[in-house]
């Protein structure tokens, strides 16, 4: 089945660590995009990516990383640098052209700083 | 710059009520694509329609239906005669093609159905 795999489901993080968010697609999308979703805020863009080992920042990019070695793969890592890392992460992907470019999305990563 | 605005935060209904959800968007493009997702407990987003700027027919997928108007710029989501599963959070997003396709999320309107 073609989809987006997002890996943990739940992720706890102490204070000063950095912490990983595996992100997989097998759709042959282009885009691949990381979003956070906090409560009454809707879902705000962390980093975007339209091609393989080139991403982009989003509104809210302070705190985070990405890579993009594989089209199939954008992993996100939440720094020490991010003060309030404790949300609801969503990745998606997307097809770049005019009439492929419905989002597709995981199923999410709740991290929770304890 | 684009923005989308979801003025309902949360929606009751009784099971079997008509129900709208309110979605106005802002863009100076001409072209540009809007959508709408639905969003269950389980946190995935769904996919429900995708509609183009060029294309203002009114949609209905059985008991889904989208009236889309350039005039007001709303892009408004009605579910007929609802359901206890239509329970869920729905968004409300815009993207400009050929500008990094993002999506541009509304703030999500919390719909609850009761039995």
């Known amino acids: 089945d073609g989809g987006i795999t997002q890996s943990p489901k739940y992720l706890f993080r102490k204070e000063g660590q950095n912490v990983t968010l595996s992100c997989e697609q097998n759709?042959?999308?282009?885009?691949m995009y990381w979003y956070r979703q906090d409560p009454g805020q809707g879902l705000r863009l962390i980093y975007y990516?339209?091609?393989?080992?080139?991403?982009q920042k989003g509104d809210i990019a302070e705190g985070y990383s990405v890579s993009r070695e594989k089209k199939e793969s954008f992993p996100l890592t939440v720094t020490s640098a991010q003060k309030n890392p404790t949300a609801f992460y969503l990745c998606?992907?997307?097809?770049?052209?005019?009439?492929?470019?419905?989002?597709?999305f995981g199923q999410g990563t709740r991290l929770t700083v304890v | 710059a684009q923005k989308v605005t979801q003025a309902q935060t949360e929606i009751s209904v009784v099971e079997k009520e008509d129900v709208t959800l309110d979605c106005v968007y802002e863009?100076?493009?001409?072209?540009?694509?809007l959508f709408w997702y639905k969003q269950p407990p389980s946190g995935e987003l769904v996919f429900l329609i995708r509609?183009?700027?060029?294309?203002?027919q009114n949609e209905i997928s059985g008991r889904y239906s989208w009236n889309f108007q350039k005039s007001t710029s709303s892009f408004n989501f009605t579910i007929t005669a609802s359901q206890v599963v239509d329970s869920a959070v729905y968004f409300c997003?815009?993207?400009?093609?050929?500008?990094?396709?993002?999506?541009?999320f509304g703030t999500g309107t919390r719909l609850q159905v009761f039995p």
């Open positions: 759709l042959n999308h282009d885009a």
């Open positions: 509609r183009n700027s060029f294309d203002e």
């Open positions: 998606a992907s997307s097809g770049l052209d005019t009439m492929n470019t419905e989002a597709f």
């Open positions: 863009t100076r493009d001409t072209t540009y694509y």
């Open positions: 997003a815009l993207s400009i093609p050929y500008n990094t396709d993002k999506l541009i």
């Open positions: 990516s339209q091609i393989v080992n080139d991403f």
